[in-house]
């Protein structure tokens, strides 16, 4: 017997398994009268809320505004729908005007049918009254508990997705892949010791999941981490952003071409969503059929995404997202000035235009991904992964654990409550796995600590030449610029594989990961020729107290990591003084070990220093809490797991390890037999410019 979904006690969860399947009878959304009268009430008070705050605006008294409130909820059920549901290739940002500007027409239709209950007196104040009336309902819903009822939303839903195509009614189950990004292990077992997650400790109290750990590659950053999940590889991905140093060009994983470029070299066809899976919210497709904000191919469809409907076919959704969105960028500007007051450090820049960052994907790419998801199921797609950025944006600028973090974690929590209860409505049973594709480490940057960055080290370390450092921000910058991209239908900017012109020098960072190109050769200068060229630039590097090791190549010993007071060959891993990896993790040596093989690494690898006392390091961005390297949670991201969905005995380690994982469960619940092997992936354009440019490091 297949188990029910947790959220679901009015069966028995416990002790089924696949072998005993019976057919799955999906329960539809009830008319629950005792909601409806409260969630009326609701309406009526914040209808009458808004004629008292809103010029222009009258109604009769509390019964007036309780009929408007039902006429206004009639016509919302008919006319935001039918907008949605029209075939026209509208991009979002045109619906969302639309349903908008429908909303203050349907309460200047109220307003002409029942004119002795309440009254409007123009379209400006009509559609001001409609942000006024969500914005009560919100703080309404908060405090009544109205929220925790999706039944009008999922009916609307299980419309669309009829609208969109013939829904898959089967036994066999469906897995829901869902991505913190950025959240460690550690961090999560606080957060649910601590209430501030009560859906997914609930889940763990009920024993219907257990909570496992897994170890990302270096970088330990998005681009590698689903590159390797969804992919199945991140072969020649040595950090966010890299320089390929034949071509000179830089590659990013925020640019849609250059992710479209990684998945053309790295996929095999056999993806983590292939044969109907939905890709939300994430860098690369995972061979999806469907897709929402999914970097890799925003250049390539431009068309009108029919995975919008669902949001835009309930009117006070668009409402309500706009309310959310500027409470949110409030939230952000309390929070800075509450850090400031108290001295609390390290603290981060938040200023700007990024309280708007914060609040695009804390609220409006959270919602639009949570929608997604909900019509995938209600569509019964096998499987779906969809990555939530909002806790790893807070976390970077505000801390790991600090009060607004955890806030947006808590919210996060909140809408996996939403998809959890929605499993019981959809046509086939789905499995939830929780999951993030690295963690985060705090500490004041290195620019905080010294008054200087790395790129200015490494200017007055060389020999002459100028250094160009190539700083492209965090990585949500580009997230937010391709939502609105893809919402409006142009062609989605960001940084592109662009020439890096004449400089001798090109210095990148990735969290608390820098690399050090160095341009005089189109290949990977040795240790032994940067000695001879740039005498003082690996002695100043390794004796920086904020610099934990270098990793280079040795012509004579192979790759070598250079420490403070000690040198490791990790071509047999003999140590000569202090060990340069004493302070990080053992499997530390075979993720630099491999990186090492890249094609794309750089000439010199610089890690920052390590306290594991204090659990602090130092990006060499100005991120206050960071990833991409060695050292601390970063390295320590989990798995949330249904108990049937078993983890191997043996360590997780590499984002390539999760694909096989997760791939296998997929196989799992549809009595699949596993795969044989893959191809192995040649990428026949490296393997001639390694022909031209001769060997990595000259004999």
């Known amino acids: 017997m297949l188990p029910n979904a947790p959220g679901d006690t009015s069966h028995a969860v416990a002790g089924d398994s696949y072998g005993e399947i019976m057919t799955w009878n999906p329960q539809a959304p009830r008319f629950r009268l005792l909601h409806v009268l409260l969630s009326w009430l609701v309406a009526g008070a914040s209808v009458f809320i808004a004629a008292a705050i809103v010029p222009h605006v009258s109604v009769g008294n509390f019964r007036d505004a309780l009929a408007a409130a039902a006429v206004i909820a009639a016509l919302n ?31 200047l239709l109220v307003s002409h049918i029942t004119s002795r209950t309440i009254r409007v007196d123009g379209f400006g104040w009509a559609l001001l009254a ?71 400790a ?8 257990r909570l496992g750990e897994w170890e990302p590659d270096l970088s330990s950053q998005t681009g590698a981490s689903q590159a390797g999940i969804l992919l ?6 040595p950090a966010f952003r890299w320089v390929e140093k034949a071509s000179r060009k830089v590659l990013a994983c925020s640019s849609p071409d250059d992710c479209a470029e990684i998945e053309r070299r790295l996929s095999n066809g056999r993806g983590l969503l292939v044969d109907d899976g939905a890709s939300r919210g994430n860098l690369f497709s995972g061979d999806a059929d469907a897709m929402i904000l999914t970097v890799s191919r925003m250049n390539a469809e431009k068309q009108a995404n029919p995975g919008y409907r669902a949001f835009l076919a309930n009117g006070y959704n668009v409402s309500r997202l706009l309310v959310l969105f500027f409470w949110e960028a409030l939230i952000e500007k309390i929070a800075a000035i509450q850090q400031r007051r108290r001295d609390v450090r390290p603290r981060g820049h938040r200023g700007g235009m990024y309280p708007f960052l914060r609040a695009s994907l804390c609220v409006a790419v959270r919602d639009l991904i949570v929608f997604g998801v909900l019509t995938d199921m209600m569509r019964g797609r096998p499987a779906v992964y969809a ?7 807070v976390a970077h600028h505000s801390g790991l654990e600090r009060a607004d973090t955890l806030e947006a974690l808590r919210k996060l929590d909140q809408q996996f409550g939403r998809i959890d209860r929605a499993r019981r409505y959809a046509p086939r049973p789905y499995q939830l796995v929780v999951l993030s594709d690295h963690g985060q480490t705090q500490g004041a940057t290195f620019k905080q600590r010294n008054g200087y960055d790395l790129h200015d080290l490494v200017a007055r370390s060389i020999a002459g030449g100028s250094v160009a450092h190539l700083a492209g921000g965090d990585e949500h910058d580009a997230e937010v610029s391709h939502a609105v991209a893809e919402a409006t239908g142009r062609s989605a900017e960001g940084e592109r594989a662009t020439p890096v012109g004449e400089d001798d020098v090109i210095v990148l960072a990735s969290g608390n990961l820098g690399l050090i190109y160095l341009m005089e050769e189109p290949r990977r200068l040795c240790q032994e020729e940067i000695e001879e060229r740039h005498p003082r630039l690996l002695d100043t590097l390794r004796r920086h107290p904020h610099i934990g090791f270098l990793l280079v190549r040795s012509r004579a010993r192979g790759a070598v990591l250079l420490g403070p007071g000690g040198v490791r060959y990790l071509a047999d891993d003999s140590v000569e003084g202090e060990d340069p990896l004493a302070r990080f993790a053992p499997t530390a040596a075979n993720h630099l070990r491999r990186t090492d093989g890249f094609e794309n690494v750089a000439d010199i690898m610089v890690g920052s220093f390590y306290d594991p006392e204090l659990e602090q390091g130092c990006a060499f961005e100005e991120l206050i809490s960071f990833h991409g390297g060695l050292g601390g949670p970063q390295t320590q991201p989990f798995i949330l797991h249904p108990v049937e969905l078993a983890l191997p005995a043996e360590p997780i380690l590499g984002a390539a390890a999760v694909h096989e994982v997760l791939m296998g469960w997929r196989r799992t619940l549809h009595g699949v037999p596993a795969l044989p092997p893959a191809p192995p992936r040649i990428d026949l354009g490296a393997s001639l410019r390694s022909a031209s440019v001769g060997p990595r490091s000259p004999s």
Not at 80 to 91: D, S
Not at 232 to 237: L, P, R, V, Y
Not at 387 to 393: K, L, W
């Open 77 to 107: 059920a008919v006319l935001p729908p039918l907008v949605a549901a029209l075939r026209l290739p509208f991009t979002l940002a045109l619906g969302f005007v639309i349903v908008l500007v429908l909303d203050a027409v349907i309460l």
């Open 130 to 200: 409609a942000l006024v009336i969500s914005a009560a309902m919100l703080a309404l819903d908060v405090v009544l508990g109205v929220n925790d009822d999706d039944t009008y939303s999922l009916r609307v839903i299980r419309r669309i997705a009829r609208r969109q195509g013939k829904p898959v009614h089967t036994d066999a189950p469906g897995i829901i892949f869902l991505e913190i990004d950025g959240l460690a292990r550690p961090v999560l077992q606080r957060a649910i010791r601590d209430g501030n997650t009560p859906h997914m």
């Open 202 to 209: 609930g889940w763990l109290a009920a024993g219907t999941h």
């Open 232 to 237: 199945g590889s991140n072969e020649n991905i």
């Open 387 to 393: 990555t939530f950025s909002s806790y790893d944006e």
